[in-house]
C-alpha cells in the first residue's frame, strides 16, 4: 500500500516524541559525567572535565568490578530463566490441565504484587538456606521478576507451535536431543531472544531484590549507582549511568529485528 | 522387504470410554501398499502413530517381519511417516529437508549431498535444493516430503492422506510417482485415507474401518463386487439392498424372483447391486432377472445418469450412460435387466 502524505506525517511524528521520551532524560546525565560544576542558571557547564570517567574507570570505584558482577548475575538469571521459562511456557502454551488458571496466575503475581512484600518472605526462607548475602541467592531472587517475562514469551512461542514437527523429526530418525536442537530449538529461537532480552533487563535493574537478598555485599551497579546518587555526587552519577545503559543499548540494537510487531515472540503479551 | 503384523491393537484415550481403535488385526505382505480407509474419526491416524511409535497401544501388537516393535523407539523402528501438511521444516534448505534422516544418521556429508540430488531427481525436483519448503508449491511440498522419507530406505513406509491436498490433475501424477517408486524400492507402504476413491485408485490392499474396528481386508474390487455388509457398500457408494430371502439359486423379495450367481448365501439376506450394474433392458422379449420399472427422477451428472427408478414400490438407483435414456422422461416405464453376476447377498 501507498503510504500517503498524513500516513508518513504522522509516522514521523510518534517517532519524534518516542524519541524525545526516551533520549531526552539521558542527555543532561551524559553532560554531567563531563562537567567539572554545572550550576543554576548556566545552561551548559562553564568547565569540563574527564574527572568523573577517570574515577569511574579507575580501579578503587570499584565499578568495573560492580559492572561484571552485574553482568554474571543478569546472564545466570537469564540462563535460568530460559531453562525454567521454556518448558513453563510449552505447558502453558500448548496444553490444557487442571488448575491452569492459578497456575497463570501464580506465574504473573510478581508483576503485580510488589517486590518488596515478596522478598521479605523470601529473606527468612533464604537466611535458614544460608543463601542471604550471596550471588547465588540474589541470582535466584531475580527469577521472581524475571520469569514472568519469559514464560509469558515462550507461552505465546508455543501457542502457534505445532508439535507435529517434533514427531516427523523422530520418524526420520532423530534421537529427543536431536530433535530439539535441529527442530524445537530454530523455531522457539525468536521467543528466547526476546524472552531472554526482557530477563536481562529486568534482573539489570534490580535494586530492592539486590539489596535485601545480597545484604549490601552484593553491589551491582544499580546499588552502587544509587550511593553516588544519594551522595550528591552527580558527576560520577552520570558516567556510572552512562556505563549503566550501555549493555541495555547494545542488547536492544542487537536484537532489534525480533522485536518489531510482527514477530510472534511479542504476542505472548496479548494473553495477559 | 518388511512384513507387517498387527494383531488385536487397542487404543483408549485417557478419558474415552469407548476405544478410538478395537481390536484391529492385519496381515500386511512385504512390498505392498495397503490403504487404511474409514470416515474421520474412526482410528486410522491413530493406528498409523501406534505402528511408528509415535503414539502407545493400549493393548496389542506390531511386530515387523515376526518381531515385536512395540519397545522401539520411534527413530529406530525403521519406519517413517509423512504427514498430511508434509510439516517440512521451515527453517531448512530443501536439500537440508530431504538430507535431515541421513544426517541423523550420521552419514558423510559428501555422501547426504550426492544422494539428496539422487533423491530430488527422482521426484522430479531437480532444481529445487536451494529453496525455502515456504517458496514451493503444495504438490512439490508434498514432493519433497516423500522424497525426505525415502531418502532413508525404510523399512516400513507411511502416509497420511497422501492425495488429498492436491488438485485434480496432481492427483494422478502423484499416485503414479508414489507407487512406481514404492515398487522399484519394495517398500511395505501403508496409507491413511477417508477418501474411498484415493484407496482404490492407489492400494493394492484396502482395510476399511468403521467405528474402530474393522470391516473388510480387501483388494479394491471386492468392496464393489462382494461387500461384507451394507455400511461396506454404502462407504463404496452402493445404494439397493432388497430385502428377502435366498435359497442359494434365485432370491425372492419384492423385486420378484431373481437368478443368483453360484455359490451365493442362503437363507434370509439382503439383495444389493451396484447402481452402475443396473442394464436398460433394449429386447422385445423378457429374459432372465429382467423386470419393469418406472423412472421417478432423473439427475444428469455429465459423463453419466442417475435414475432413481421405482419397481413396483421398491426404490432401487441405477447409473446409466446419458445417450441411453435421451428419450426417456420421469414417469415413463422402461425394462431394466440385472446381470445375475452382478447380483450379491449379505447375510
Redesign the interface.
Known amino acids: 500500500m501507498q503510504e500517503t502524505r498524513r500516513m508518513r506525517s504522522f509516522r514521523i511524528l510518534t517517532g519524534a516524541v518516542l524519541i524525545t521520551w526516551l533520549v531526552l532524560p539521558l542527555i543532561p546525565l551524559a553532560i554531567w559525567s563531563f562537567a567539572k560544576g554545572w550550576f543554576y542558571p548556566d545552561l551548559l557547564p562553564r568547565n569540563w572535565s574527564l574527572r568523573a570517567w577517570e574515577y569511574a574507570l579507575s580501579d578503587t570505584a570499584g565499578v568495573i568490578d560492580s559492572l561484571w558482577l552485574t553482568i554474571w548475575i543478569s546472564l545466570a538469571a537469564t540462563a535460568l530463566s530460559i531453562l525454567v521459562g521454556v518448558p513453563a511456557g510449552r505447558a502453558l502454551g500448548m496444553y490444557k490441565f487442571r488448575g491452569k488458571e492459578i497456575v497463570e496466575l501464580m506465574i504473573l503475581a510478581p508483576t503485580i504484587v510488589p517486590g518488596i512484600a515478596v522478598v521479605l518472605g523470601i529473606h527468612s526462607v533464604f537466611i535458614s538456606m544460608g543463601l542471604n548475602n550471596s550471588v547465588t541467592g540474589v541470582i535466584l531472587v531475580h527469577l521472581i521478576p524475571t520469569l514472568p517475562y519469559m514464560v509469558l514469551v515462550m507461552a505465546g512461542i508455543f501457542a502457534n507451535y ?1 508439535p ?2 517434533e ?9 529427543p536431543l ?1 530433535t530439539f536442537w ?2 524445537t530449538l ?2 522457539i529461537r525468536p521467543g528466547i531472544i526476546v524472552g531472554g532480552l526482557f530477563a536481562f533487563l529486568v534482573s539489570w535493574s534490580q535494586y530492592i531484590l539486590t539489596l535485601l537478598i545480597g545484604g549490601g555485599r552484593v553491589e551491582t551497579l544499580p546499588l552502587l549507582l544509587f550511593n553516588f546518587a544519594t551522595a550528591g555526587r552527580n558527576d560520577i552519577t552520570g558516567a556510572i549511568g552512562m556505563i549503566y545503559i550501555l549493555p541495555g543499548i547494545v542488547i536492544l540494537l542487537l536484537t532489534a529485528k525480533h522485536l518489531s510487531g510482527r514477530s510472534g515472540a511479542v504476542g505472548g503479551f496479548g494473553q495477559i | 522387504m518388511t512384513h507387517v503384523s498387527i494383531k488385536d491393537l487397542t487404543k483408549v484415550y485417557p478419558g474415552a470410554t469407548d476405544p478410538s481403535l478395537d481390536r484391529l488385526s492385519l496381515e500386511i505382505p512385504s512390498g505392498e501398499l495397503t490403504a487404511l480407509l474409514g470416515p474421520s474419526g474412526c482410528g486410522k491416524t491413530t493406528t498409523m502413530k501406534m505402528i511408528a511409535g509415535l503414539l502407545e497401544p493400549t493393548s496389542g501388537d506390531v511386530a515387523f517381519d515376526g518381531r515385536s516393535v512395540l519397545n522401539d523407539k520411534p527413530e529406530n523402528r525403521g519406519v517413517v511417516m509423512v504427514f498430511q501438511n508434509y510439516l517440512l521444516f521451515p527453517y531448512m534448505s530443501v536439500a537440508d529437508n530431504v538430507g535431515f534422516g541421513l544426517k541423523m544418521r550420521k552419514i558423510p556429508a559428501a555422501e547426504i549431498k550426492r544422494r539428496v540430488g539422487d533423491m530430488l531427481d527422482l521426484v522430479k525436483l531437480p532444481d529445487l535444493g536451494n529453496r525455502k519448503p515456504s517458496a514451493l508449491s503444495g504438490g512439490q511440498q508434498q514432493r519433497v516430503a516423500l522424497a525426505r522419507a525415502l531418502i532413508v530406505q525404510p523399512n516400513v513406509l507411511l502416509l497420511d492422506e497422501p492425495l488429498s491436498n492436491l488438485d485434480a490433475h496432481l492427483r494422478f501424477e502423484m499416485r503414479d510417482l508414489i507407487r512406481s517408486l514404492q515398487q522399484d524400492m519394495g517398500i511395505t507402504t501403508i496409507f491413511v485415507t477417508h477418501d474411498q476413491e484415493e484407496a482404490v485408485v492407489l492400494a493394492d490392499r484396502v482395510a476399511l474401518i468403521l467405528d474402530g474396528k474393522m470391516k473388510q481386508y480387501d483388494t479394491p474390487d471386492m468392496f464393489y463386487k462382494r461387500p461384507v455388509d451394507e455400511a461396506t457398500a454404502r462407504f463404496f457408494g452402493g445404494h439397493n439392498f432388497i430385502q428377502g430371502v435366498s435359497d442359494g439359486r434365485m432370491f425372492d423379495s419384492a423385486l420378484g424372483r431373481l437368478v443368483l450367481p453360484d455359490g451365493a448365501t442362503t437363507g434370509p439376506g439382503k439383495l444389493t447391486f451396484r447402481p452402475e450394474n443396473v442394464r436398460i433392458w433394449h429386447n422385445e422379449t423378457s429374459g432372465q432377472n429382467t423386470l419393469s420399472a418406472t423412472i421417478n427422477d432423473i439427475i444428469y451428472l455429465g459423463t453419466q445418469t442417475r435414475l432413481k427408478l421405482l419397481v413396483g414400490e421398491t426404490p432401487i438407483e441405477a447409473v446409466v450412460n446419458p445417450n441411453e435414456i435421451e428419450r426417456f422422461t420421469t414417469g415413463d416405464s422402461l425394462p431394466i435387466h440385472l446381470p445375475k453376476s452382478t447380483l450379491w447377498v449379505i447375510a
Open positions: 505445532d507435529a514437527y514427531a516427523q523429526a523422530r520418524s526420520l530418525g532423530a534421537s536431536k535441529y527442530v530454530p523455531a
